[in-house]
């Protein structure tokens, strides 16, 4: 998890003095989507939309960023900047819990390394990229590691937790 934090944190180091990326002191956000998912938190917090604007109101990314700025003396434009950097990095825990299941920590240590910086995973959830990709593989990895678990345990209690992840799964 560290480790996909610091690599995505890099990209601040690098960006810090450039004024280009900032808008009214704060970093901006990068993609079309991260503004989609900003509207339903902005008006989340505001208590309201009107109908028929197409906001994600209560959608589980705006949500998440709601709690955050209602919680936590944070600005929106902050959390949802770098929220990719918190929530990201997540990935290693399923990756990590399924090895596990396999009785193959080491070979799950490094596909958790892997996995936090992969290419294609790292750009579609670098800072500023507020979208819920990094939620969606999360989510997706934590329903495989139940689904594995309920097999290998017979318990029930793993019977409900992937329903669990599925609702939340988008």
């Known amino acids: 998890y560290l480790f996909g934090f610091a690599a995505r944190m890099l990209w601040v180091l ?20 991260a503004y989609y998912y900003a509207e339903g938190a902005r008006d989340m917090l505001a208590g309201f939309h009107q109908q028929n604007d197409s906001s994600p109101f209560n ?18 434009e902050s959390v949802m900047f770098y929220m990719s950097a918190l929530l990201a990095p997540l990935i290693a825990l399923p990756v990590i819990l399924i090895s596990n299941e396999f009785k193959a920590l080491k070979a799950g240590a490094v596909a958790a390394f ?4 992969l290419p294609g995973y790292l750009v579609r959830t670098s800072l500023g990229y507020f979208d819920s990709d990094m939620l969606n593989v999360t989510f997706a990895l934590f329903i495989i590691y139940l689904l594995i678990r309920l097999l290998n345990t017979n318990e029930q209690k793993f019977i409900v937790l992937p329903g669990f992840f599925v609702s939340l799964y988008l």
């Open 14 to 33: 690098w960006a810090k003095d450039m004024p280009e990326f900032y808008f009214n002191g704060e970093f901006m956000l990068t993609t079309n989507d």
């Open 114 to 117: 892997m996995s936090v910086i």
């Open 59 to 76: 959608h589980p990314i705006s949500t998440i960023v709601f709690y955050i700025c209602k919680i936590l003396p944070f600005k929106i």
